[in-house]
């Protein structure tokens, strides 16, 4: 089943409805004061911007709070997120700040990935509202009510269009945006005039709705909804099909649920749900041609039961109907409408309940969804069956209620069905090295199969691989759901070393104790098996038979402070590595430090290395607080040649240092197995780039930028025209117009990545003449129209084109042209200055008039061995030698208008 809905948001009602497509309610649920909204195109779930507490909030489509983090996460500064988006290719998530400017992309979780100004495409934009992420060509859309203007930008924030608010009828503060999954028409949220648009690409009116028709009075939000899944059953109850009326403990005597045409009155409905030709429901009880009252719920309960539903072979199905339930009409309002399931035939659950008074209980069609498996203690099988029940408890009540239009459909896949996607931990280290992954796919996954590179394979979903031998390794996950398949592989994803320096400390091994400057009186360095406290461990790192450690003094019995660092500071010092002979080595080691049992912590761990023993560089600094400082053992790892100014000689050597020099702090540290072996040191390079501009008139410069991830060390750029070069960040002229491929290949210790990018750079064909009598007078949409000619000025290559843009839309023009300039103020009564001389050789391309239609652009191709001239009508041919000069003249809504003017010297 594919089903186009529309959710909205509103900050005056702090409620996110459902709508159909022209603004019918479906569902609705509080929400708090957002401002941008997002359906996930991978589980249909919702996302959020909640500009009133700072947070992007992730719900199910319920209205279940399913995850949240705040603007803070990935930025400082950012006190608003307006808007939220999710990226179609890789599922990250897209959000604006109107009070930095920024568009930032983010990890799911809020981790910053990269972020841009609105002044890359706009100096003007200052004030982002919404942004929505194109299903069709991966590009942004943003807007900003301040300037009144919606953007289409690619992911880098390079402009690629933009056009008005204005234009389709009166919108001045758009809000929320979305793409429409299906067409790649927008869908626009305005709050001055409350309405909800749908408008082509370029601004263009298609339709909109007022969302105040089911209470929403501030859009705010809009999100459009493909929803995909399996229909399993549908009924709209134009034939007999199994329903019965009925069920234990059933007593009403009038109003009993019976499937008619109904004919309505103030209580009863007077069409069934199911757009024409459909005429059926189930309503309780149809009146004879009485009043409101005649043949409804009296004097106990009706029941309506629906055939059982075998979900056995479902993964996660819900369900839809469309109930009517009035119960206002009569005197007391005091009765409720039920809806049950069961999955045994004997256990009945609540699905809803409405009233007695409140929302739904006054008619109308109100459509109703409930995932199945939110139900309490409930399976799938194939005895799920639904109850409605209508009843007259009270008295003076009129009860009428209708269901139509039920739905059984499976797995809400989303657009995008499945993303395999899965991380490591660690990913470089010596061998063997013990690797836990995690699966961090997107979608409905039952099933995951690992490829570990090695020969190792898993089906869990968070497996452990232990690599036996020194290499790099590709590692790939296949997700598989009832929504598809997905396969992530990551190249040389697990880098293993081959070790040749180890030490457990299960013997002495050349370390000492003591350095130039040490004072602590107690907690000295020792290696020993610990006796644990809550700041010492109990235990070395080391797997049993492992016992021993260095570690800041072994407690003899006493209290959790009793020997630990008191006084000042003292230093661990390891044996010399000769590293001469390595070619890219790493060190790790296991540490433990605490310092948060005392009364204050406010003391450091330290860790440093030197390549010649006299001047030593941080590896790395724990603490006063925070991660690290609470004891437990931590592995850390350091590439040596990531080191400032380090070399690899034979007197590499490292210090550990514990000190104490506050009040009230019990400082404890230890180290145990260190491992020197040789490594790629970092994840092999992925190449990646771009380039700015990358569209142009030749010729055309354009810088690219390395934006490579991963140890590179060299850099293989091809432009696409011959061009090449191994400059990390090159710039490159195009002097064709054309459209090329560019490719950079990255090259490091750990492997060789290449990134391509096809049809990258556009070059336009060059520029030629120059402009005068710019700018012109600004038309109606508020800018002056602007004309460039483009191809040769060489008289014998025949090839030159002009190109009027900015120009009002659906309006007509031509060009003119002259071998002299001029100055007339508003000819004819125009708005605008006509810029060429005049007299008998001033001509008009009337016959080849333009209408700039929804671009606002038009253009002509010039013959120059014919260019029009006044008198007698006919035309010249141009020399090389002469000067020509070349205007637009176009109608400007009730008045007419000019562009400015170009001249060019033929050659």
């Known amino acids: 089943m594919n089903e186009s809905t529309i959710w909205t948001s509103d900050d005056v009602t702090n409620t996110i409805y459902h709508a159909t497509l022209d603004g019918v309610i479906l569902s609705s649920f509080p929400s708090g004061s957002v401002s941008g909204l997002a359906v996930d195109p991978f589980d249909n779930t919702i996302w959020a911007a909640n500009e009133g507490t700072n947070r992007i909030v992730h719900f199910d489509r319920l209205g279940n709070q399913l995850s949240f983090f705040t603007g803070t996460t990935f930025d400082p500064a950012t006190t608003e997120p307006e808007g939220v988006a999710v990226d179609f290719l890789d599922g990250t998530l897209w959000t604006v700040d109107d009070t930095t400017g920024l568009i930032y992309n983010v990890e799911r979780t809020g981790s910053l990935i990269g972020s841009f100004p609105t002044s890359n495409y706009d100096a003007a934009s200052t004030s982002p509202q919404a942004i929505a992420a194109d299903p069709l060509d991966g590009t942004l859309w943003v807007t900003d009510n301040f300037a009144d203007r919606i953007y289409n930008v690619t992911s880098g924030g390079l402009l690629i269009s933009s056009f008005l608010t204005d234009t389709f009828g009166g919108s001045t503060n758009p809000q929320g945006i979305s793409v429409d999954e299906i067409n790649g028409t927008l869908w626009i949220a305005d709050r001055v005039t409350h309405l909800v648009y749908n408008t082509e690409r370029d601004g263009t009116l298609i339709s909109s709705f007022d969302p105040l028709s089911y209470g929403s009075n501030d859009p705010t939000g809009v999100a459009f909804d493909l929803t995909v899944g399996t229909t399993l059953a549908s009924d709209d109850f134009e034939v007999a099909s199994g329903w019965t009326a009925g069920f234990a403990g059933d007593d009403a005597t009038t109003g009993i649920w019976t499937r008619v045409d109904p004919v309505g009155t103030a209580a009863q409905p007077e069409d069934d749900h199911t757009p024409s030709p459909g005429i059926n429901c189930f309503i309780t009880g149809q009146h004879p041609g009485g009043g409101v009252g005649a043949n409804d719920v009296d004097d106990g309960r009706t029941t309506l039961l629906s055939p059982l539903f075998d979900l056995t072979s479902a993964t996660d199905p819900t369900i839809s109907y469309w109930r009517w339930y009035s119960n206002d009409q009569g005197t007391t309002q005091d009765d409720v409408f039920e809806v049950l399931a069961t999955d045994d035939g004997s256990t009945w659950v609540q699905v809803e309940l409405i009233g007695p008074t409140g929302a739904g209980t006054s008619g109308g069609w109100v459509r109703h969804e409930f995932r199945v498996l939110d139900l309490p203690d409930f399976s799938l099988t194939n005895q799920v069956q639904l109850r409605f029940v209508a009843s007259d408890l009270g008295g003076g009540s009129i009860v009428e209620a209708g269901v139509d239009d039920l739905l059984v459909f499976d797995e809400d896949c989303g657009t995008r069905g499945l993303l395999a996607d899965f991380s490591g931990s660690p990913i470089s280290g010596p061998e063997p090295l013990a690797v836990t992954f995690n ?165 450091v761990f330290e860790v440093l290395a030197t390549d010649d023993g006299s001047t030593w560089v941080q590896v790395e600094l724990i603490g006063p607080t925070g991660a690290g400082t609470s004891g437990g053992w931590v592995r850390h790892e350091f590439r040596v040649l990531d080191l400032s100014g380090f070399s690899l000689t034979n007197q590499v050597q490292l210090r550990f240092v514990a000190s104490d020099l506050g009040n009230g702090s019990i400082v404890e540290a230890g180290i145990d197995d260190l491992v020197v072996f040789e490594s790629c040191g970092a994840p092999a390079p992925v190449a990646e780039f771009n380039g700015s501009p990358t569209s142009g008139p030749a010729p055309l410069a354009i810088t690219f930028n390395d934006l490579s991830s991963g140890v590179v060390s060299s850099w293989s750029w091809n432009f696409g025209d011959g061009g090449t070069s191994s400059a990390q960040n090159p710039s490159h002229v195009y002097g064709a117009s054309g459209s090329y491929t560019v490719s950079l290949t990255v090259t490091g210790p750990c492997g060789t990545s290449t990134e391509t990018k096809t049809d990258y750079v556009l070059v336009d064909p060059p520029l030629i003449g120059t402009s005068y009598c710019s700018p012109a007078v600004a038309n109606t949409t508020g800018s002056p129209a602007t004309i460039v000619a483009i191809g040769s000025a060489v008289v014998t290559d025949n090839d030159v084109t002009l190109v009027a843009a900015q120009l009002p839309l659906g309006e007509f023009g031509y060009f003119l042209a002259s071998p002299t300039q001029g100055f007339v103020a508003n000819p004819g009564g125009s708005v605008g200055n006509l810029c060429l001389g005049g007299g008998p050789l001033l001509g008009r391309y009337a016959g080849m008039a333009q209408n700039s239609g929804t671009t606002g652009t038009f253009s002509i191709p010039v013959d120059l061995t014919a260019v029009p001239i006044a008198v007698p009508p006919g035309s010249v041919m141009i020399q090389p030698g002469d000067n020509w000069n070349f205007q637009c003249w176009y109608r400007d809504t009730a008045s007419s208008n000019f562009t400015d003017a170009v001249s060019i010297d033929f050659e």
Not at 460 to 475: D, L, N, R
Not at 568 to 574: I, K, P, Y
């Open 439 to 603: 699966d961090l796919s997107l979608g409905a996954v039952t099933s995951w199969s690992w490829d570990f590179g090695d020969g190792g394979t898993s089906n869990e979903q968070y497996p452990s691989h232990v690599y036996g031998a020194s290499g790099s390794y590709t590692v790939s996950l296949t997700v598989t759901g009832s929504c598809g398949t997905s396969t992530e592989t990551k190249t040389n994803y697990v880098n293993i070393g081959t070790t040749f320096i180890s030490d457990d400390f299960e013997v002495a091994s050349g370390w000492t104790v003591g350095f130039a400057g040490d004072d602590a009186t107690t907690g000295i360095w020792t290696r020993v098996d610990p006796v644990g406290t809550a700041a010492q461990p109990e235990d070395d790192h080391t797997p049993s038979p492992g016992v021993n450690c260095f570690i800041t003094g072994q407690h003899s019995g006493g209290g959790v402070g009793a020997n630990d660092v008191d006084n000042g500071r003292t230093t661990l010092l390891s044996p010399v590595f000769d590293l001469t002979s390595a070619t890219d080595p790493a060190i790790s080691y296991w540490r433990w430090y605490s310092n948060d049992q005392g009364a204050t912590q406010d003391d």
